[in-house]
């Protein structure tokens, strides 16, 4: 289904960007790992909270938090060189944060919320995240620098919560930042 | 009525305070709107959660959300110069505290809470929402910063929670920093 | 009771550790009070969170937050000096997060939650109130830049998981940093 393979992509993607981040302000180990689990989980912590959804629900995920564990895993390995370009090179937040923006609209659309709901959870499931990295990791958080970001999951949410769902097709063309 | 009026000047109060912060840290256009929202929006959302009120309740303050965006907007349009003014003379946050003290007390009280929970309610109703704004722009909060904030909420508190209601008068003198 | 012992030994540690942060980054007085408070019971209301037990259960602990008070309040009579030493020397976020590991170990356990969720709650609870702690004073994380302290948490959890209970004694033995 579009909905897990999106949930599977975000997750990675927001893992390894939480990851990378850890290691940039030279975080320990284990901060790497819990900036990744938190990058890749708090947007839907959020959404959930926000929209009533059981939080605990997250505790179901056990695929994707082993997918989490070893996409950050990896991302430890690599070498300082590796990480300084993908620091630079920040692919991981907009690829995460299309891949959720689009999960957060049809999760919100599926319980039938209205058309702004549908945008905020577009937005919170897909920015979420990346905002609580980049407060723990003491940065200013990118998606309130750059608009592109959040405009982008409202659009997202916007056209979900219209339901125009031929978007699983539509979502892989707006892959540019 | 009291509670709405309050309700409302807090919310436009907090909305244009959120988003001159976000000017002032040089986040972009969609920023403001973020951080104004979160600044009008989120002392309320972390009351309930606290004291256990659905926090999906939120959702049902369309008019509050429109004057929030409206605000905002405003904010935007202003010039460098008249927000640099609205930097340094911080009336917005005075305001927007005690008008969402006062309701938060108000709330609580409502709800029949005990008087310690009343006073914690007008605190972080109050000071919520400018904490969360301080922290996703990187400065230390105001309110642990300057005790008189924060005094100011919890005797407002204590004096709803004891019950002496005729504060709704009394609560416009009280509108010095 | 154990429990009851561990619960009351990490309100009193995090209140301090919150109130010497406080004043070692110059907040006010009411800034010493907030943050000792949110650092003791930060943790447990995040647990709360999102293990979905009530977080309004937290207004019940009336001699706990009354010892944090007293604790704070002592810590905001300490001449400067003793700050600047307690400052470097920072048992009480080691005894803290020990004794709140423990505790939320065992009350994940006691709701009978999987290995995995105790061991989360070990580490949530444990470092949930410091790190609220040094977002707000504008700090890295100490736990996510030292790997020892949530290694330690998660061990914990993952012993007491395992029904291994006669973890009461081994605690003490646990209790360098």
Redesign the interface.
């Given at each position: 289904m579009v909905w897990d393979v999106l949930n599977m992509i975000g997750t990675i993607a927001f893992a390894a960007s939480g990851a990378v981040v850890?290691l940039e302000?030279?975080?320990?180990?284990?901060?790497a790992y819990?900036?990744g689990l938190i990058t890749a989980f708090g947007g839907g912590?959020i959404r959930n909270?926000?929209?009533?959804i059981?939080?605990?629900e997250?505790?179901q995920q056990t695929s994707l938090f082993i997918a989490a564990l070893i996409t950050i895993s990896f991302v430890i390995l690599l070498s300082n060189k590796a990480v300084d370009l993908l620091t630079k090179w920040n692919i991981f937040d907009s690829v995460g944060l299309s891949a959720f923006a689009v999960q957060g609209a049809m999760y919100a659309q599926s319980i039938d919320l209205p058309l702004?709901?549908v945008m905020f959870s577009a937005a919170i499931t897909g920015a979420g995240g990346g905002?609580i990295r980049d407060?723990?990791?003491?940065?200013?958080?990118i998606?309130?620098?750059?608009?592109v970001y959040?405009?982008w999951a409202l659009f997202a949410g916007f056209i979900i919560g219209m339901d125009l769902l031929s978007e699983s097709y539509q979502f892989y063309i707006l892959f540019a930042i």
């Open positions: 850890a302000v030279k975080y320990d180990i284990i901060g819990v900036l912590a909270l926000f929209t009533g059981p939080i605990t997250l505790w702004f709901a905002i407060v723990l990791a003491q940065k200013k958080p998606v309130l620098r750059q608009d959040l405009l």
